[in-house]
DNA sequence: GCTATTTTGGAATGATCGGTCAAAAATAAA
DNA sequence: TTTATTTTTGACCGATCATTCCAAAATAGC
């Protein structure tokens, strides 16, 4: 009943998701969503709520349709070569994902954090969800043998997260692929 | 000749920077500087311009008077109690300065770049600042004898500048004390 | 004291901000 | 066709934004 909307909700979605990424959530304004989403206004508030809320809604759907790691490569290689290729394949990502910007959810903590209690959750249910992947897998390397008995998977997790991430901030350093890929090995390094 | 100034530009500018250090250039309003930095209105464009401007001089400033690792620890000692006692330092001053904001350099390019090109060199030059420090007590330790010749000094460096941006942003993502030094422990063991 | 020069404080600028209102338009059920 | 319900559209809101204007205030040289 009543008159049918004219647009698919994860369209648009999508669509703000883009321009909050690009720039950030003070750097976008409704003007500015309204100009990109080819809906109107108020559709948008009915929609949405207000900007916040379509902000954690343009978070929720980053962190369920983009954020995901070729986590697959871990599990069907050996531990260091799938490391490899997943870090690898993270710096061209960055590299390519456009014009020198980062993962969106990196990129709200910065902006957001602390003033927004909810960016803060979801940019650490996003840091606990990569460290359980590498733990898990660093778990099996060491049941398995493939890692040194000395070695914490859970500490090691962690340093790889971490190692990410400063991947990321260096990359808006400037520094070029082969740059980051010593970094990477480097880091690898550490398993030993 | 002509009315004397009320007030030091170096004590306003300070306060300025501890504004847009806590809120960021987007987050500070010309009313609040002019609420917190004791000064009129006019009297802060005739000093600094515009706030632009001014925010790039809080860069300036932060740059010079606050940003300064204990780089003497570096030389004082051997290279990897030296690095240990920098990182744990850092990890320190992240935890207790204050309420979970990191570097200002740190925020201001999360912020601002790529956007604001200006922004983005004062961060890759405080970048290649910290290598430098690094590279250059690495290619001692190397000469020396403390580091196998395997090593290359300048990836060594880009991978603990590396790290500890990875820390401000483990840090931000909720990572206590033990932890953080469990990242450093682990990059360091990297050095072999 | 007088004049030139500079700083100061407060009012005002137009633009833009996020958010709302109300009427028109489009559908389903009756 | 009428009625109820929903979406759309565009005008509109007060608040806030960065910035400017201007006259009063305070100094230095004369």
Redesign the interface.
Known sequence: MGRPREFERDAVLDRALELFWQ??F??TSMADLVEHLGIGRQSLYDTFGDKRAMYLEALDRYHATRASLPWEVLDQHPLRPGLRTLMTSMVDWLLEST???SCML??A???R???DAEV?AR??AN?ANIERHLRQRLERARAEGDLGRHH?PE??A??L??????????A????DRA?LL??V???L??L?
């Open positions: 720039r950030g003070d750097g014009h020198g910007r990196v990129a903590a910065a902006e954090c602390p003033a803060g940019f650490c840091t914490d500490a090691l962690r340093f997260t971490s190692t990410m991430y400063g991947l990321q901030l260096s808006k350093g400037g520094l740059a010593q970094i090995d480097v880091a390094s550490a030993g």
